[in-house]
């Protein structure tokens, strides 16, 4: 049990890919705030007063907590991703700093709001960031991001697209019996939230991201970790802004509705530059299509739809006449590592694109990542109108183009 509750605790950083999460951790403690049990409270640190010896921390939740000290409270600093104390440090108090996580044991008030701590076991703030990046990179250098465009039950294989600069990647993921799987819940934004999952809850049309391996042809990816989600991509102007509330009021450019943003701590928010508007289009081939195959390879005819080389997998190491040919830059990975914003650099008359899960209403959205500046963004993806055709919607792009910047990064 002594094991398990330090995974859970230290676990429990927001940080790590999945967490621990088991049906003992809300048996334990309240159901409104599984951070707190009968017998210690986890959240991060938010003040230290050493006068008063009291540290207050802030549950997962949101929920307050005071932690009080003694002369015999001991100390312990845990390395993110320990599951016992045999690796801890002995630190002390002027060690903890606001910031740190750390896990409260003692004896918890009935009122769930104080712990008088015999001991305090600390990840710091600077270890938290260094294991999130290792993380992320991670995600980055091993991960696929993708659209679910077919689905094998009998086989448990997941194909997933996305755009390349070179046009559409098909790639196949088969799940296996020690895979694990996650899902965003509906209004969920946060990448730690996703929640277990089973190849039975997919659909067509989800996103994906996945951590694992490509084969050598790139056809194929070998999953270790996948997490899906339904999700709504929409793209509209800015009518007005609040930033007291964090709400941005906007006209959906694809119905003409009026949509409510709402801009949460974890949103991301990111700015578009218009000068990569001169990268050439996005990589489109004749007219407006994403086209072409690696540098010298000759211009593809777009088939109806638009999508140039979408009846066939592209990508690293994809098949075809010449051989191997490069699926270039994926946009996705292009969009993440965007410069990030603040909402007050959102300005009323921008052109943004918001990601955000299937809510229960359909007229707020709750942003996991927001793209300002998008209205030249959107001109590279879509299609440009044939001989005689009118112009396409300005969101036309975000239709099946394979844009799926909602699951985010550990």
């Known amino acids: 049990m002594r094991a398990l509750l330090l995974a859970l605790a230290l676990g429990l950083t927001g940080f790590q890919s999945f967490g621990i999460i088991t049906a003992q951790t809300t048996t334990q403690g309240p159901a409104t705030d599984p ?20 540290i207050s921390i802030k549950t997962d939740a949101g929920s307050m907590v005071s932690v009080s000290i003694t002369d015999k409270t001991v100390y312990k600093r845990l390395a993110p991703g320990e599951q016992s104390l045999t690796n801890a440090t002995d630190i002390t108090f002027a ?48 991960g696929v991001l993708g659209v679910i465009t077919a689905l094998k039950p009998e086989a448990k294989e997941i194909t997933i697209s996305n ?37 039975s809850e997919l659909k067509v049309g989800d996103q994906l991201r996945a951590l694992g391996d490509k084969s050598q042809d ?4 070998t999953a270790v970790k996948v997490v899906t989600g339904a999700f709504r991509t929409v793209a509209g102007t800015v009518k007005e802004i ?74 690293p190491g994809a098949g075809g006449p010449g051989g191997p040919r490069p699926g270039g830059p994926n946009i996705n990975d292009m969009l993440e590592r965007l410069p990030t914003i603040a909402l007050a650099d959102v300005k009323v008359g921008d052109t943004i694109i918001v990601s955000s899960t299937q809510g229960v209403d ?49």
């Open 35 to 54: 951070s707190i049990a009968a017998k210690h409270a986890i959240g991060e640190v938010k003040t230290v007063d050493a006068t008063a010896k009291q």
């Open 95 to 142: 060690d903890i700093a606001v910031g740190d996580r750390i896990m409260a044991r003692g004896t918890v008030s009935a009122d769930h709001k104080s712990v008088p701590a015999a001991m305090v076991i600390v990840m710091t703030k600077g270890d938290i960031d260094k294991k999130h990046e290792a993380e992320r990179l991670e995600w980055r250098r091993r």
């Open 163 to 199: 755009r390349t600069m070179a046009g559409t990647q098909n790639v196949v993921i088969p799940v296996a019996d020690n895979t694990e799987m996650r899902r965003y819940a509906p209004d969920s934004i946060k990448f730690s939230d996703a929640k277990p999952s089973t190849f």
């Open 218 to 221: 790139g056809l194929r990816f």
């Open 242 to 315: 609040n930033p007291a509330s964090g709400e941005i009021k906007i006209t959906d450019l694809e119905k003409k509705q009026p949509l409510t943003i709402v801009i949460k701590q974890d949103s991301v928010l990111r700015k578009f530059p218009s000068e990569m508007g001169m990268m050439g289009g996005m990589g489109r081939g004749p007219g407006g299509a994403p086209g072409g195959g690696g540098q010298g390879a000759p211009a593809q005819t777009p088939p109806a739809g638009g999508q140039a080389n979408a009846a066939r997998p592209q990508g």
């Open 362 to 410: 359909p007229s707020r959205l709750t942003a996991i990542t927001l793209v300002s500046g998008a209205d030249t963004l959107l001109a590279m993806l879509a299609p440009r109108p044939q001989p005689g055709q009118s112009a396409p919607n300005p969101a036309a792009g975000l239709g099946a183009g394979g844009i799926s910047f909602g699951i985010g990064l550990p």
